[in-house]
């Protein structure tokens, strides 16, 4: 009866990790899996790029852009007090030998400012042949992955061509391919033997009913022999001695080893001038009408700045909508992650330096479903955020952060 249990609950746990390693989209790699609110109110991207989408190996791409960290951070996601900026790519396809914070070398993590903008750039090195979708993303420590926009890159070339040489300070070259391999494989190599050898030693004799019925008739003193003995002391005083010596040969060839650093980045946000913190985006009321997938925004917008501005673009969780009646660079049509058409406003027109206006704004696409944003209201957290990006006539870019709670419309 147990056994039968047993395999029963077997089945059903293989059938489980068949389910959820049997991938149904081979490309998606956890752009969707977050919740949406963490999406669309944690790291909201925008203006991100790649230098070139076909590239050879050892040829480089350049991923830039920028972020606005969202003032309105859910509750439910700790704050972003060490954050990583990393690249989603399908293993070690690429390389990333440089990475910059607002123009600063930034090599660890880092506390990001609620509310501040930040630019990056990310340099990777082609190292494989084949055709892959990169996406910059943020680690955010104890809240998990933040993906930014994806773009194919492919690949071409001999694999065999790769180099990767660095200098280190003391003025050595090392290629990083190959250093220190043989030295990690022998070590791993003499502990599975060391071990192994070790577990044979005693699983070649009688195992456990044998060992306990001996112990159990006061016989326990035959089961560790004079010789086991031996071997075990030998063990406990060469292996140590061999590490300390080992430790003492690297130390005497390596004398000025630095160890990896732990420390946290200190880099600062942008100044708000960037975004110019001109306008001012009040919130007043959003619905989600959910049989035609639009999102119908009230805000009331105030001018502060010197020129007459209008409307261009709403973005939310790297989804895009744009004013098509407004020309406005960067639109990028045939990204998938565009909705070119998608934002209309009811009355479209300059709002007055000084002015305050109150704006419908409807952002309508099948994207929101299909990114699986419609998913916030099933959330205990409601609330959305995204940028709006507002430009005067001279193409100048003003952007307003804004966050809301929505109310869902089943009609
Ligand atoms: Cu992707």
Do not use: C
């Amino acid at each position: 009866m147990f056994i039968h249990i047993k395999s029963y609950v077997a089945s059903i746990f293989m059938a489980l990790v068949f389910l959820s390693v049997a991938p149904n989209n081979a490309y998606a790699h956890g752009e969707k899996a977050l919740e949406p609110f963490i999406r669309m109110r944690t790291i909201q991207w925008y203006d991100v790029q790649w230098s070139q989408e076909s590239l050879k190996v050892n040829d480089e791409v350049v991923v830039t852009g920028k972020f606005h960290v969202a003032e309105d951070w859910p509750r439910s996601v700790p704050k972003p007090d060490a954050a990583y900026l990393n690249v989603a790519i399908p293993g070690p396809v690429l390389i990333r030998t440089e990475r910059y914070l607002n123009g600063q070398p930034w090599v660890s993590s880092a506390a990001l400012k609620l509310g501040g903008d930040y630019d990056f750039k990310i340099v990777l090195k082609a190292r494989l042949p084949g055709r892959y979708h990169i996406h910059p993303f943020f680690n955010l420590q104890d809240a998990g992955a933040v993906m930014g926009p994806g773009h194919w890159v492919e690949v071409t070339g001999d694999a065999a061509t790769f180099t990767n040489s660095v200098k280190t300070i003391s003025g050595e070259t090392v290629d990083m391919e190959t250093y220190g391999l043989v030295n990690g494989v022998s070590w791993h190599v003499l502990w599975i033997v060391l071990g192994t050898a070790w577990l044979l030693w005693w699983v070649r004799r009688p195992l456990f009913i044998p060992r306990f019925k001996m112990l159990k008739s006061g016989n326990e003193d035959a089961l560790i022999t004079p010789l086991d003995k031996t071997i075990a002391k030998g063990i406990l005083v060469v292996v140590p001695l061999f590490v300390f010596g080992a430790y003492a040969m690297t130390d005497s060839q390596h004398p000025n080893a630095i160890p990896l650093q732990a420390a946290l980045d200190q880099i600062e946000p942008l100044p708000p001038t960037v975004n110019n913190g001109a306008v001012n985006v009040k919130m007043i009321r959003t619905e989600y009408r959910v049989p035609v997938r639009t999102m119908n925004m009230v805000a009331q917008i105030h001018n502060y700045s010197d020129q007459p501005i209008r409307i261009g673009e709403f973005a939310s969780a790297n989804l895009r909508f744009i004013n098509p009646s407004l020309d406005q660079p960067g639109k990028n049509e045939e990204d998938t992650l565009v909705a070119a058409k998608g934002l209309v406003i009811d009355d479209d027109k300059l709002i007055q330096p000084g002015e305050t206006k109150t704006v419908s704004m409807a952002a309508a696409d099948a994207l929101w479903e299909t990114e699986k944003l419609d998913g916030l209201f099933r959330d205990a957290d409601s609330r959305m955020g995204g940028l709006l990006f507002l430009y005067d006539p001279s193409g100048k870019r003003y952007i307003a952060s804004i966050s809301t709670s929505v109310i869902p419309k089943f009609d």
